[in-house]
C-alpha cells in the first residue's frame, strides 16, 4: 500500500488485519504480524537482523500518528493499527471462530493475570497455553526454536508475543521458520496494560498522537532518550523527504 523510508504498510486497518489473520489460521498458514512505528524505523537503520525479520514479515502496520501521518502524505488510506489496540478485538474473533491462542512474553504473573482477565471478557476464548521466558532469553536461539516447535504442537492458530521490540519480532521470526502454522503477533505491553500492571495513556491521547508524553513521564529514564533518537530520525526524514522527494518507486516493493 505504501512505504515509509522503503519499509512496506500493507494492512490499512485492524478489520482487514484480523479478518486475514483468521483466514491464514483456518488454513494453518503461519507468518508474522508487525507493527511499523518511529521507533522500529529507527532501530531498522543499524539493525541487520532486525531489517531480515521486517523483510520477511508476513503483515506490517502503521503503529503511531506519526507513521500513520507520514502513509496518508504517501495517499494512502491507513488507520493506526498497534499490538495493543488488536489483542481484545482479534481474541473476541478468534473465540468465534474457535480458533485457539497462545501467550509468549512478559512475566508468569502478568500472563497469569492478563489470560484471567481476558476469560472474564471473552468466555469462549480458547488459550492453548502460556509461556514466559527466563531473562536473557535470545529470541534467535535454540530454546526460541523448542517454544516454537511447543506452540505450534498446542494447537494454536495465533501467538500473541509480548517480548519488545526488536525481541518479539526476531522471536516471531524465528518461529515461523522453527514451526510453520502459527501466526505470531508483536504486542509489547499490551499483556500488562490487561493485567492492570501498567496504565495506558487516555484515548484522547492516543488518537491525538501524545501517547509518547504519558508513556514518557511514567519512564522518563527508559524512554526519554529512546523518543529523542525517534524524533531526531523523524526530522531527518521528514528534511530528506521535502529534498528529495516521495520515497515512493516501483523498487520500493522488494522490502
Known amino acids: 500500500m505504501v512505504h515509509i523510508d522503503s519499509w512496506r504498510i500493507n494492512i490499512p486497518s485492524s478489520d482487514v488485519l484480523i479478518d486475514r489473520i483468521l483466514t491464514d489460521a483456518d488454513e494453518k498458514r503461519g507468518g508474522t504480524v508487525f507493527t511499523l512505528n518511529l521507533d522500529h524505523l529507527t532501530k531498522l537503520r543499524h539493525d541487520a537482523d532486525f531489517r531480515a525479520a521486517y523483510e520477511r514479515a508476513t503483515y506490517i502496520t502503521a503503529d503511531g500518528m506519526p507513521v500513520v501521518m507520514l502513509a496518508r502524505a504517501e495517499g494512502a488510506a491507513i488507520e493506526r493499527v498497534t499490538g495493543a489496540d488488536l489483542v481484545l478485538p482479534l481474541s473476541r474473533a478468534a473465540a468465534v471462530a474457535r480458533v485457539p491462542v497462545y501467550f509468549f512474553g512478559t512475566s508468569e504473573s502478568v500472563l497469569k493475570t492478563a489470560i484471567a482477565r ?52 526476531l522471536f516471531a521470526d524465528t518461529a515461523v521458520e522453527a514451526a510453520d502454522g502459527v501466526i505470531h503477533l508483536g504486542i509489547g505491553a499490551a499483556l500488562d496494560f490487561i493485567a492492570g500492571h501498567h496504565t495506558r495513556a487516555p484515548r484522547f491521547l492516543q488518537v491525538s498522537g501524545l501517547e509518547w508524553l504519558w508513556r514518557a513521564a511514567q519512564e522518563p529514564r527508559r524512554l526519554i532518550p529512546r ?12 528534511l530528506r523527504l521535502a529534498i528529495e522527494g516521495s520515497p515512493s518507486s516501483p523498487d520500493a516493493g522488494k522490502r
Open 227 to 238: 523518543y529523542f533518537e525517534n524524533a531526531v530520525w523523524l526530522a531527518r526524514y521528514v
Open 118 to 169: 481476558m476469560k472474564e471478557m471473552i468466555p469462549d476464548l480458547v488459550v492453548a497455553g502460556f509461556e514466559a521466558p527466563p531473562m536473557g532469553f535470545d529470541p534467535r536461539g535454540e530454546a526460541a526454536r523448542e517454544a516454537a516447535r511447543r506452540i505450534a504442537a498446542s494447537g494454536a492458530g495465533i501467538c500473541f508475543v509480548a517480548l519488545g521490540a526488536p525481541k518479539q519480532e
